[in-house]
């Protein structure tokens, strides 16, 4: 089984150029994503385990992703986001059924942090 690191969003500042070459060096695939579910950022990681470029995914609802888990996943997330006491520090693992470029789907074990 994959693990996907969600991230939910990118930080306004934009990243420099060194960081951004250490999360794409990162082996596991990350996703940043607006609170909305939109997807904001991938790495490197990501675009080969999916089968798609950033170029195809920026801009797109998480949900387009997903053969199944979605509603789970973003019922959690939201509860998360809307309860500031724990959002600083929490985390969920989830399990989520991808769709790849391809047509084939990829069980990924996903961490989400807020």
Sequence with gaps: METLTHRPAMPTVPL???????????????????PDGEINFLNRSAEVLLGFNSSELIGLSLKNLLVEGYDDFNSRMQSLFNNEEVAATATIRIELIFKKKNEDKIKAEVLANI
């Excluded at 420099?16 to 607006?34: H, K, M, R, Y």
């Design 16 to 34: 420099q150029q060194n960081q951004l070459e250490v999360i794409n060096a990162l082996p596991d695939a990350i996703l940043g994503l607006t």
